[in-house]
């Protein structure tokens, strides 16, 4: 269901847009299923989306497994490009051939939601007491500085 989400799935916290290309963007890495490291980031948007996680300079990713490719390809992306370009006016564009799978996926992992989105936390400074009498247990109450998707916000709490 929409709401139950696997914590443990690849790319689990990464936006994702379909059929869509980013235009002229800097790319920094091409994986393929024959590559030497990483290869499994070619398997899935999902997996794509999750090694550019845990890749200090990705902050965007596109999947390629049109249906015309041999291989799949992850590109780790340092940007956006110039736009957006849309792929699905083609069956060529498509991953299968009846035509429902998407052939291009991009998107952005947490780390870069968190920047571009402003999905941040927001909270005014708040002194917390604990001690003996409140069995040293304390609540605090967070907002969102934007819509969250799927619930997942990139939080850096700062000390």
């Known amino acids: ?9 690849p790319g ?5 847009e379909l059929f869509i290309q980013y235009k002229d963007a800097r790319v920094f890495e091409v994986i393929r299923p024959d ?13 794509c989306a999750a090694y550019c996680e845990i890749i200090a300079d990705c902050n965007y990713f596109t999947f390629d497994a049109r249906i015309a490719n041999a291989q799949h390809v992850c590109s780790l992306l340092r940007d956006e490009g110039s736009g957006r ?11 299968d051939s009846e035509g429902t799978l998407p052939g291009w996926t991009s998107g952005r992992p947490p780390q870069t939601r968190a920047i571009v ?13 604990v001690g003996p009498e ?10 969102l500085g934007s819509t969250p998707l799927r619930g997942a916000v990139w939080v850096e709490p700062v000390v």
Not at 12 to 16: A, G, H, M, R, W
Not at 35 to 47: G, I
């Open 1 to 9: 269901t929409y709401c139950y989400m696997r914590v443990d799935s």
């Open 12 to 16: 689990v916290d990464s936006f994702y």
């Open 35 to 47: 590559s030497l490291f990483l290869e499994e980031a070619a398997e899935s948007p999902d997996r």
């Open 85 to 95: 370009e849309e792929f699905n006016s083609s069956p060529d564009h498509f991953a």
């Open 117 to 129: 989105d402003n999905a941040v936390v927001l909270s005014s400074r708040k002194t917390l007491e």
């Open 134 to 143: 409140n069995n040293f247990e304390a609540e605090l109450t967070f907002s």
